[in-house]
């Protein structure tokens, strides 16, 4: 089962954290310097629960925004 919302399809999403130094201009630097940047992953909040689908019971991956709106059925 892959790790993505059933109901809504969200699922990771690949970005970037950067790393600035140096002191800011305002504060009498020279400004903000970009050092390095390394890849990363941006997870949902995702849950397995047991719900119907199609009369059936089947545990699937939820996100916690589909769970509070409660567009399904437990079983």
């Given at each position: 089962?892959?790790?993505?919302?059933?109901?809504?399809?969200?699922?990771?999403?690949?970005?970037?954290?950067?790393?600035?130094?140096?002191?800011?201009?305002?504060?009498?630097?020279?400004?903000?310097?970009?050092?390095?940047?390394?890849?990363?992953?941006?997870?949902?909040?995702?849950?397995?629960?047991r719900i119907?689908?199609?009369?059936?019971?089947?545990?699937?991956?939820?996100?916690?925004?589909?769970?509070?709106?409660?567009?399904?059925?437990?079983?």
């Amino acid at each position: 089962m892959l790790k993505i919302c059933f109901i809504c399809g969200k699922g990771a999403v690949s970005g970037r954290v950067i790393v600035r130094k140096g002191l800011a201009k305002k504060k009498g630097g020279t400004g903000k310097k970009v050092v390095r940047s390394t890849h990363r992953e941006f997870l949902p909040n995702l849950q397995k629960l047991r719900i119907l689908v199609n009369n059936h019971p089947r545990k699937v991956y939820l996100c916690t925004k589909c769970i509070k709106r409660g567009n399904f059925k437990k079983a």
